[in-house]
């Protein structure tokens, strides 16, 4: 099992000692590359540009096998002596950002001001800084690593870049383990996935004339009131469940009675049980906003309808609590002297571990903040620190010699 000692150990190593070196020194360029990506656009099904700014990245730094799937996921090796199976570092490409969002980074000192900047421009620089260092310092781990950019992880790519990965026959038998870097920071690391449904939810009438046609149902009324009711629902504290009612839309013009209205409703929680109830409880308040329209309209000619459409599913999944990833990452931290604090979020890592895999997600160093905002920003200060704490892990899940 991976100690302290063993990290001292691999730490230690010369060849570690000037990989750490190198990510030291290298701050400059890495704020360079951090600005070029954010300033690339990468909305959800999006990032074909990203991809091939990181393709060409992978070959520059000398990966081998550098490839892209037919999503854009972008894959680099870094090969050992033994196959199989290899230990996998991802970072997301996408952002929550529609094209046409103004991408323009700015520094100040050693903050960067930009959309994604942190989420996840920083995440993806961290996995190519290390893989940069590692090859430069030529170490050879005790299995291969697998860098790997993916594609959608946010809102409606609902994990779809990962989920290729782990359902392809090459790449799911390959990683026996993944580190998922996304965002900034050091103090946590992720032992529960977040379990989470999302819902496009929409009524459907006959619309009409708002003078002539003035009786009819009106959609966005009904949304209205089903949205009311669900949102006065009661939800637990542990295990954590929340709630969103995300965005609203409907209507032509303010003298029509709309034909539909629609809304998108997110569901989280720690319990695939309270999960369950939630969604129940979503359905019976478009139900009962329903069954106040006159039955005339719901059974008529001009009916009145609702439809519920999943638009996203991410699986609930816990770490057990002897996953040697923990023990890793732990150790490491004891090392750094970090005092990190496991955390319950939904990232990438929902995909390995609901496979029963073990995977965990931390931060790529420095500070950030306003994330999915314009606002957002990412503080360079002490990147370094994460940059080795992942090539520490790294390591120590590969094992290495001198
Ligand atoms: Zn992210």
């Not at 996408?94 to 900047?117: M, Q, S, W, Y």
Request: glycine share 10%; aromatic share 6%; net charge negative.
């Amino acid at each position: 099992m991976p100690s302290q000692q063993e990290i001292a150990r691999i730490a230690e190593m010369r060849a570690v000692h000037s990989a750490l070196l190198f990510l030291h020194n290298q701050e400059m360029e890495f704020r360079r590359w951090q600005r070029e990506l954010a300033e690339i656009p990468a909305p959800p099904f999006g990032e074909a540009a990203r991809s091939e700014w990181l393709e060409a990245r992978f070959v520059a730094a000398d990966l081998e096998d550098v490839q892209r799937d037919e999503l854009g996921n972008v894959f680099g090796i870094l090969k050992a002596q033994s196959a199989q199976p290899l230990v996998g570092v991802s970072a997301h490409l996408d952002t929550v950002f529609p094209l046409g969002t103004h991408l323009e980074a700015r520094e100040d000192g050693n903050r960067i001001f930009a959309p994604g900047i942190s989420d996840n421009a920083a995440g993806v620089v961290a996995m190519l800084a290390v893989a940069s260092a590692l090859k430069r310092a030529e170490l050879r781990p005790a299995c291969g690593i697998v860098f790997i950019g993916n594609v959608g992880e946010e809102g409606e790519g609902n994990l779809r870049g990962m989920r290729q990965i782990f359902s392809s026959k090459r790449w799911s038998q390959a990683i026996g383990t993944l580190l998922v870097v996304d965002g900034a920071g050091t103090d946590t690391y992720v032992t529960q996935a977040l379990g989470s449904r999302r819902f496009e939810v929409t009524f459907r009438g006959p619309g009409g004339h708002s003078w002539s046609d003035f009786g009819v149902p009106n959609p966005i009324v009904l949304l209205s009131r089903a949205l009311a009711r669900f949102s006065d629902v009661a939800t637990p504290e542990n295990p954590r469940t929340t709630f969103n009612i995300g965005v609203v839309h409907g209507g032509t013009s303010v003298n029509s009675i709309p034909e539909s209205a629609t809304a998108r409703v997110d569901l989280r929680s720690a319990s695939g049980e309270e999960l369950q109830k939630l969604e129940e409880r979503l359905r019976e308040c478009m139900n009962e906003a329903w069954t106040e329209v006159p039955v005339v309209f719901r059974a008529g000619e001009a009916k009145v309808r609702f439809t519920i459409e999943p638009i996203g599913d991410r699986p609930a999944a816990e770490l057990p609590p002897e996953a040697r990833i923990l023990k890793i990452v732990r150790a490491v931290d004891a090392h750094l002297r970090i005092k990190s604090i496991p955390r319950l979020a939904s990232t990438d890592a929902n995909v390995p571990l609901s496979l029963g895999k073990e995977a965990t997600t931390i931060g790529a160093g420095g500070d950030g903040g306003g994330a999915h905002t314009l606002r957002e920003w990412f503080d360079c200060t002490n990147r370094d620190l994460g940059l080795k704490r992942i090539l520490l892990i790294l390591l120590a899940l590969t094992g290495v010699h001198e």
